[in-house]
């Protein structure tokens, strides 16, 4: 679930994060911060990095889909063919995140390995 907090407690995780990273390490302890700004930032990384996954291989389908299906002159491409291929799959990944978050679950790191 994620947690609503105001500025000065994530200001505070933040500098807790930061500090237990630098002192990482030293006379052979290792320290491993836990705090919720650790996690949604960690989060907010993986899900992004994945979005410009994504967006490549949606332009890989659409550039394949275009290729296969028509001819390439200006009459026959099958550009909107494509192009309404791609945004339906687009609509049915939405429609199937805004079910989920209805359901009351949240979007984490497992929905990247899911089929």
Partial sequence: EFEVADQKSL????????VCNE???KDGVEIR????RSFNDISFEAVF????????????MFIY???????????EIRLYLSGMGILSCLMGLASAMG?????????????????
């Fill in 23 to 25: 002192e990482n390490g």
């Fill in 33 to 36: 911060p836990l705090s919720g």
């Fill in 11 to 18: 200001d505070f995780e933040e500098y807790f994060v930061s």
């Fill in 49 to 60: 990095f994945d979005a410009y996954k994504m967006m490549i291989g949606y332009l890989i």
């Fill in 65 to 75: 889909t275009m290729l296969m299906l028509g001819r390439m002159n200006w009459l």
């Fill in 99 to 115: 079910i989920t978050f209805l359901l009351g679950l949240e979007y984490n790191q497992t929905h990247n390995v899911l089929p």
